[in-house]
Each structure stands twice: as C-alpha cells, then as structure tokens.
C-alpha cells in the first residue's frame, strides 16, 4: 500500500477544532458531530478537521499525547527498550503530519515537537531493520511484532514478505527436488541395460 | 514458476556441465571443440539446463548433470564462511534461481543449504543497499534476485520519504534533493 | 439529514451507517492485502450505495455554496474511493487469477459459497473467453497442428496462498499450527486479541474470511 493510503484511513481518527463559525450538527454517515459553536472545542474526524483548518473556519487543539515531556517520555522509553513501545494511537505518524503540516501554529512548541516525533520514528525504523536482519537469519517465517504502527509496517512491504517468500521458495524447490532425485538414480542404476 | 515468467525462461538457458553417457550420431555439433559429427560416450559438455533436465530425465538417461563450479565444494565453503564478501553479479547472477534448479543433482542436498544460508546472511546487504546514499556500489555484488528485492525497497523508501516530506511538516529536504538527482540517473543505468 | 438506521433482513439486527462504513473499510483493507479473492459482501455494498444515493439527493436540494454541502461531498468522495478501489481490486485480481477463480468458482457454486457477484462471475468468464481467442488468433492458429492446444492448465496463475502477510487479531485465537513444509517442524501459536503478526497467508485464511484477524 501507498502511504497515502495509509495516511487516507488514519484520517477517520476523530480529533479536536475550535471552529470559529456556529452550526447545527451535521450528521454524516460516519457519525454525528456538532453542533459548531465558535470559540468551543468540539470532535471531528481528522480530515475534516484539516479540510476547516485549510479553509480558516477554525483552529486544531493538539491531541493530549502531542506535548513535550510525554513525547521525550516516548523517547527515551523507545531508547531503552530492545522492543517496539506502544505509541498513543495507531497513526501518530499520520496525526502528527498531518496537523503539524497545516496548523502548526496552533501547536506550541511545534518545532520541537517536530524534532522528537521524527526522533522516535528514527529510533523505531532503526530497530526495524535490525528486527528484520533477525528474523531472516534466524528463521524467516513467522514474526510477532507486536505495538508497530500501520505505516511501520508498511514500510517494510514488500521487502520483508517477499524476502520470506523467496526463502520459501528456495526451500521448497531445491529440498523437494533431491530426495526426489534420489528414488530415480537408484532406479537408474539398478534397472536392466535398454536399448536406446 | 509462473508458465509466463521472463526470468524463469532466461534461467533456463543457463549452460550447466553435462557428461553424455551414450554415443549420440549427428549432434557433434553440440561441443563447440568437436570436429566429428557425431558425439561420443564419456564427453563432457556445456549446455542449458532446459535440455540438460529433458535428456537427463529420460529413461534411460542421456547424460548425466554436474554441478556448476559455484555450487560446489571450493564456493560453498566460501559461502559459509562469510557470504556478504562475494560478487555474486559476477560470480552468478542467477544463483539462487539456477541454484534450485542444480539442487536436484545433488545428492547429498548441501546446495539447498548453501542456498539457504547465504540468501540469509546477505540479506542485510539488500537492506543496506536499500537505504544507501551511494546505492551502484552497493548494488553491485548483489544477483538478480537480490536485486529485484531491493530495488522494491528502494521504491518503498521513496515513496515513504516523499510522503513524510509533502507539506513541509516533518522531514529537512536539504540533503534528500542534493543526492536525489544524481543518485536517480544511476539507478536507471543500473536497474 | 439523519442517519438512517438500515435493515438488512428480517432476520438480522438493524445496523447503522457507519458500523456498514467501518465493515466496508476492513473489507477494502483485507481485500488489497490478501493473495486471493475473498468472499463478496455485496449486500454491504449496495447498503452503502443506498446511503451514498439519499445523501446526495439531499446535498442537491442545498445551495451550492453551502459548507455543509462540501463537507457531505467530501465525506461521499472518500467512501466513493473505498468502493471504487474495493470493486477494482477484486476485478484485478479475477484478470490475473482468471482460469483458477473460474474452476473454483465453478465448484463453489454447487456448494452455495460462491466468492464472485453474478455480475463478477459473468465477467471472469467473458474475460476467460477472450484471453483464449485472442490467443488463438494472434499465435495458436498458425503453429503447427501438434501445437496448438490452448494449455488452460499451464496458463493457469495460481494465488500465492504460501506468501507471508502481516495480521492483526480482532479477538483471541488460539491454536494456530504453523505446518512446516517438510512435516518435521510444526509450530503451534496463539494469537492474542490485539497482537501482530507475520506468518503464511494460507494458515490464517479462514480467520481473515470470518473476521476473526484484520490485514494490516
């Protein structure tokens, strides 16, 4: 998949606006919202949140877990960990993108903040790919990877699959055929002399 | 394989040492340092493994199929020893593709396991090569095989770059543009 | 402009818009991720459409500049894509896997379970057809004789089910035998509700038709 594919489903997450206009709710088919009142926070799904914020109707309140010291908390515990931490949600990534991308200057401290998301993804793809090095050499066919988010996982698609696949592949065709070889030059060697 | 598939007929036609067991009139012309037209019991010949399998599958068998120098004993004690050292583009493209293929006259079954373990070990290689600023030189030794895996990484990692970089929010594009264009030229040549 | 509560038989709960929206997006997702085709839900489909329909019935009787009215459509545009690339990946991969989802298909139907829509059904076989003549008149009719057999069998793609795919499991399922292909090295895994994994497609197919895992 494509991560904007990915980015695409990520953008269901509901998040927090202050819109500056007052509206009745709007009822869409992924649920209920509103009513709008300006000057007060209300929930909706992320991409509407940035489809506002792009046309100026209103302001995106950061999410709880987008704030310094839970973020440098985040870090040091990914540093530490031989394992994946759990992230705050599923598509940080694509949260953090997204609302850092149009409305940054809504987020204080945006461009630290900027700087220790893309710290702890650094951190996160760099033991990835040790991961990966791992489970092909010591395996390479089943793998738990537990608290890796959708766009971790995608960027290993398709080189982690279909390197397993073509470990598979190897095994399979060059061990099958051998023993198989074997019952036949048997055969061969036994087998009365025939003319041609 | 796939009934379709490019790579499949190109590693077909892959020569492979072959010992004809029979006198065989009018195909001299199968060694190319015969002068008779016929070929005589006891000759040793290169020829694609497509005719190799076909004649040595026959009952009784026309020849019979040895293992190219690569998958033998000298190479797969290099191999274990340390796998990410050899060339393997000049060495054999199509190692492990013809690899499968040559297991089968193996009879103690040690070329599976070469092949095996050295697509295990290199794979840090592609991985590497993935992510590489200066990837032809570490495109190189990779074989055909390896190569197709990393060049989808490197698509992967693109498209993953492009997409962090888009609307200015979290990656520096300062370093990425510098390599990008030169680095896309020798790719092309490259792939 | 409310949601309408849907009923979808008589003998199955009402179900709501948006749990028919989320299905649909585990559909699509698993969809474009599996090796081979999955079973329809065409009902859930023609639900959507329904809803998809009324909405913009509605969006028309509002001015145009009205905001509500972009929002609606930009929530429609994006359900819109999901279906759209739900139908077009499944029709991707009934071309590629033509003459082995028509054979199953075939055998699935006396069972009652088919995989395909009528309408896909009809396409795969139309598709097969034209495959076969377009062969036959550009190369098969004018080798020798001996030759030109239509090989359906050669022809045939199978669908990797061997390939390996990342999973979520939605609930817990334990159990699982990870069979190894030389029968001397059987793994036995469970899945914990809310763990991932990487493994062979075809030892957790079953889970992924029936809902028990989620592709990711």
Same mark, same amino acid.
């Given at each position: 998949?494509?991560?904007?594919? !990915?980015?695409?489903?990520?953008?269901?997450?509901?998040?927090?606006i202050i819109?500056?206009?007052?509206?009745?709710k709007i009822y869409l088919?992924?649920?209920?919202?509103?009513p709008?009142r300006?000057?007060?926070?209300?929930n909706?799904?992320?991409?509407?949140a940035?489809?506002?914020k792009?046309?100026?109707?209103?302001? #995106?309140?950061p999410p709880?877990?987008?704030e310094?010291?839970?973020?440098?908390?985040i870090?040091e515990?990914?540093?530490?960990?031989?394992?994946?931490?759990?992230m705050?949600h599923?598509?940080?990534?694509?949260?953090?993108?997204?609302?850092?991308?149009?409305?940054s200057e809504?987020i204080?401290n945006?461009?630290?903040i900027?700087? #220790?998301i893309?710290? #702890?993804?650094? #951190?996160r793809?760099?033991k990835?790919r040790t991961?990966?090095?791992?489970?092909?050499?010591?395996?390479?066919?089943?793998?738990?990877?537990?608290?890796?988010?959708?766009?971790? !996982?995608?960027?290993?698609?398709?080189?982690?699959?279909?390197?397993?696949n073509?470990?598979?592949k190897?095994?399979?065709?060059?061990?099958k055929s051998?023993?198989?070889t074997?019952?036949?030059?048997?055969f061969?060697?036994s087998?009365?002399?025939q003319?041609l | 394989?796939?009934?379709?598939?490019?790579?499949?007929?190109?590693v077909?036609n892959?020569?492979v040492?072959?010992?004809?067991?029979?006198?065989?009139?009018?195909?001299?012309?199968?060694?190319?340092?015969?002068?008779?037209?016929?070929l005589?019991?006891g000759?040793?010949?290169e020829i694609?493994?497509?005719?190799a399998e076909?004649?040595?599958s026959?009952?009784?068998p026309?020849?019979?199929?040895?293992?190219?120098k690569v998958?033998?004993?000298?190479y797969?004690?290099?191999f274990?020893?340390d796998?990410c050292?050899v060339?393997?583009?000049?060495?054999?493209?199509?190692f492990?593709e013809?690899?499968?293929?040559?297991?089968?006259?193996d009879?103690?079954?040690e070329?599976?396991?070469?092949?095996?373990n050295?697509?295990?070990q290199?794979?840090?290689?592609?991985?590497?090569a993935?992510?590489a600023?200066?990837?032809?030189?570490a495109?190189?030794?990779?074989?055909?095989c390896?190569?197709?895996?990393?060049?989808a990484a490197?698509?992967t990692?693109?498209?993953l770059?492009?997409?962090?970089?888009?609307?200015?929010s979290?990656?520096?594009t300062?370093t990425?543009?510098?390599?990008h264009r030169?680095?896309k030229?020798?790719?092309?040549?490259?792939? | 402009?409310?949601? *309408?509560?849907?009923?979808?038989?008589?003998?199955?709960?009402e179900?709501t818009?948006d749990v028919v929206?989320k299905?649909i997006?585990?559909?699509?997702?698993n969809?474009?991720?599996?090796?081979?085709?999955?079973?329809?839900r065409?009902?859930m489909?023609?639900?959507?459409l329904?809803?998809?329909q009324?909405?913009e019935?509605?969006?028309?009787?509002l001015?145009?500049? /009205?905001l509500?009215a972009?929002?609606?459509k930009?929530?429609?545009?994006?359900?819109?894509y999901?279906?759209?690339n739900?139908? $077009?990946?499944?029709?991707? $991969?009934? *071309?590629?896997?033509?003459i082995?989802i028509v054979? /199953?298909?075939?055998q699935r139907?006396?069972?009652?379970t088919?995989?395909l829509?009528?309408s896909?059904?009809?396409?795969a076989?139309?598709?097969l057809?034209?495959?076969e003549?377009?062969?036959?008149?550009t190369i098969l009719?004018?080798?020798?004789?001996?030759?030109?057999?239509f090989?359906?069998?050669?022809?045939?793609?199978?669908?990797?089910?061997q390939s390996?795919?990342?999973?979520?499991?939605?609930e817990?399922?334990?159990?699982?035998?990870?069979e190894?292909?030389?029968g001397?090295q059987?793994e036995e895994?469970d899945?914990e509700?809310?763990?991932?994994?990487?493994?062979?497609?075809?030892?957790?197919?079953?889970?992924?038709?029936n809902?028990?895992?989620?592709?990711?």
């Open positions: 998949m494509d991560p904007y594919e !990915i980015e695409f489903i990520g953008e269901n997450r509901i998040a927090s819109p500056n206009f007052s509206y009745d088919i992924c649920g209920e919202f509103g709008f300006a000057g007060l926070p209300m909706v799904p992320l991409w509407l940035v489809m506002l792009q046309k100026q109707k209103c302001r #995106i309140v709880d877990w987008m310094i010291d839970n973020l440098e908390n870090k515990e990914e540093k530490r960990s031989r394992f994946f931490t759990k705050p599923e598509h940080y990534m694509v949260e953090a993108k997204l609302i850092l991308g149009a409305a809504d204080p945006a461009s630290e900027k700087t #220790i893309k710290d #702890i993804w650094d #951190i793809m760099s990835l991961s990966m090095d791992a489970l092909m050499k010591s395996g390479g066919s089943y793998g738990r990877l537990d608290h890796l988010t959708m766009m971790e !996982i995608n960027s290993v698609k398709p080189l982690l699959p279909s390197a397993m073509e470990l598979l190897i095994q399979m065709t060059s061990k051998s023993s198989a074997l019952n036949s030059s048997t061969s060697q087998g009365t002399s003319n | 394989m796939s009934y379709l598939s490019v790579t499949d007929i190109l077909s892959e020569k040492p072959c010992k004809f067991l029979h006198d065989l009139p009018k195909l001299g012309f199968l060694d190319p340092s015969c002068t008779d037209d016929d005589k019991a000759t040793s010949v694609p493994i497509w005719l076909s004649l040595s026959r009952r009784p026309l020849v019979t199929v040895d293992l190219p998958y033998k004993e000298t797969r004690e290099i274990s020893a796998a050292t060339d393997l583009h000049k060495l054999a493209q199509y492990y013809l690899g499968c293929y040559v297991a089968k006259y009879i103690k079954g070329v599976s396991t070469t092949l095996v050295t697509f295990r290199r794979f840090k290689m592609i991985l590497s993935s992510v600023t200066d990837s032809i030189n495109l190189q030794p990779l074989s055909e390896e190569r197709d895996h990393t060049a490197m698509t990692e693109k498209a770059s492009s997409w962090l970089k888009r609307g200015e979290l990656l520096t300062a990425m543009v510098a390599n030169k680095r030229r020798a790719e092309m040549e490259m792939l | 402009m409310d949601t *309408e509560d849907l009923e979808l038989s008589d003998e199955e709960e179900i818009a929206l299905t997006q585990n559909l699509w997702q969809e474009r991720l599996s090796p081979e085709i999955l079973p329809h065409n009902d489909v023609e639900c959507m329904g809803q998809i009324h909405m019935r509605n969006i028309n009787k001015p145009k500049t /009205d509500r972009s929002i609606h930009m929530e429609l545009n994006r359900i819109k999901i279906i759209c739900y139908l $077009k990946t499944r029709l991707d $991969k009934i *071309e590629k896997y033509c082995t054979n /199953d298909e075939k139907t006396e069972s009652g088919n995989y829509t009528p896909e059904f009809r396409y076989q139309e598709y057809l034209s495959i003549h377009h062969l036959k008149e009719n004018r080798v020798p004789g001996n030759m030109q057999a090989e359906i069998n050669k022809m045939a793609i199978v669908p990797a089910l390996h795919v990342f999973l979520k499991a939605n817990t399922v334990n159990g699982i035998v990870l190894d292909h030389f001397d059987d895994i899945l509700e809310g763990s991932q994994h990487i493994l062979q497609y075809k030892f957790i197919a079953d889970l992924v038709k809902g028990k895992v989620q592709l990711v």
